[in-house]
């Protein structure tokens, strides 16, 4: 195996900080920078840089849903949405607020709960300059956009 090889050589990105000692690790990191998404779907227009979501995204066309609850038995697409629905269960809910007394199964939505206390709005329309607080909030702005 090359990355075994490689092993404690660092190798740094030209382009951002990231380093690393595989070179398959760097080839897949350096897609960022260039936008290279050689997965693409046949039935939409979603591509991807790795083949392991290329091939998540398409259990949403088959609508294959290999992940199944034990409790009730619901069936998901990625095993994360399994681990995080299976907490719905036991009422744990890790991710806690500083600020108030909520509290969230994911991360991320506390992440996003932030901006309410903050005021934090990272997502602007490139069309009217409009800053949104979710990227679902300025995809269905974008519409107003688009019916112009």
Sequence with gaps: ???KLYRGCRLRCDLCDYKTDYPSYLKRHIMIHTGERPF???LCPQAFSRKGHFNVHLRYHTGERPYECRLCFKRFTHRSTLTYHQLTHTGERPHKCHLCPQSFTRKK???????IHTAERPYQCTLCSRVFKLQAYL???MLVHSRK
Excluded: G, T
């Design 1 to 3: 195996d090359v990355n």
């Design 40 to 42: 693409k779907c046949h």
């Design 109 to 115: 939505a506390l992440k996003m709960h932030l901006r």
């Design 139 to 141: 995809k269905k702005h």
